[in-house]
């Protein structure tokens, strides 16, 4: 039998985005989330358990390049758990390639732990379904649990894997929505941010905020209603953004073309196209328009000088053809 497989994943965009967790080792959110995931950016994995050795021998490549430190040790704690659960002590070898650049503000942890959860899962040969899988990538990225279910998908708190899982929410917005990325290059370390916002004063009254801003995003998303599902994104991005500047370290991942943007998103608003602007940890941002807009939207942004990708949504994780493995 062979213990070998590839899957493939999309990142995701916040909408009612999650900082801070519980439990940093779990990786439990202390609430709920609901994201879309973006397409075609994706990354895929290929992952092959070797029986003859064990843990010692584990190899990690991403973008053919070895990982060690704290990344390297985020991709253990997946691999760990599905070596628990598959109950062996195989070694792993594990090559990952993502199709844009990561650390941006562009979520390349979500698409990268969901596809590298799926793929190790799968050539384990162990039966789960998408929100179990979810259970697994979750311990890499809370956010990945989302970009295994795909789509627009919900991530519950809780204290288990029972509760703490993804579930797939179906809208018809869907078809509609195009994203026209901004790309502000930037480095930034979403891992540092979630600490950050936890410890700023304002976090208590944003985890007070999120359960409403949830059923009303689960509402907006049901009744497909555009305008009110990304105006809450809209805000959602300027509550966790208040929450990581005042923190302790006051850290703004802003860039002037960044604010630019913004400015750039609320002129076309007032014009009367349908366009919102979102941003996760990053400088980076997310433009949600509709297809009879793209075109304006982009032009808009490329007077500022900055260079865009036009995206959809993305489906869920899904195991590849072994002819598109990585090696």
């Known amino acids: 039998m062979s213990m070998k497989a590839t899957a493939r994943a999309h990142p995701i965009q916040g909408l009612v985005k999650y900082h801070g967790m519980r439990d940093p080792e779990l990786r439990l ?114 956010s990945a649990a989302r970009a295994v279910t795909g789509a627009f998908s919900h991530l519950y708190a809780g204290l288990n894997d029972e509760d703490c899982r993804s579930y797939r929410l179906d809208s018809e917005l869907e078809d509609d929505l195009k994203i026209v990325a901004a790309h502000v290059p930037s480095y930034k370390e979403t891992e540092a941010a979630h600490k950050e916002a936890a410890e700023s004063h304002m976090f208590q009254s944003r985890v007070a905020h999120i359960p409403d801003q949830i059923v009303e995003m689960r509402d907006a998303l049901r009744e497909a209603s555009f305008e009110r599902v990304f105006e809450l994104a809209e805000h959602d991005s300027l509550s966790l953004t208040a929450a990581t500047m005042t923190g302790p370290s006051g850290w703004v991942y802003w860039q002037p073309e960044t604010i ?39 032009s808009r942004i490329a007077e500022i000088g900055i260079e865009t990708d036009v995206w959809e949504v993305g489906g869920p994780a899904h195991v590849l053809d072994e002819s598109e493995a990585l090696f």
């Open 29 to 142: 959110p202390y609430h709920d989330s609901i994201s879309v995931c973006t397409a075609p950016t994706n990354t895929t994995t290929t992952v092959e358990w070797l029986p003859e050795s064990g843990p010692a021998d584990d190899v990690y490549l991403i973008d053919g390049e070895e990982v060690d430190g704290r990344a390297a040790e985020r991709i253990a704690m997946v691999v760990d758990h599905v070596r628990e659960l598959a109950e062996f002590d195989h070694a792993v070898r594990f090559e990952s390639e993502n199709s844009f650049p990561s650390n941006i503000g562009f979520g390349s942890s979500s698409s990268g732990f969901a596809a590298a959860a799926l793929a190790l899962v799968e050539a384990a040969g162990l039966n789960m379904s998408l929100p179990e899988v979810s259970t697994v990538a979750r311990r890499g990225s809370s």
């Open 260 to 298: 630019a943007v913004f400015n750039a998103v609320r002129e076309l608003r007032e014009e009367g196209v349908d366009v919102y602007f979102s941003t996760d940890t990053g400088a980076s941002v997310y433009v949600n328009t509709r297809e009879e807009y793209v075109d304006e939207v982009e």
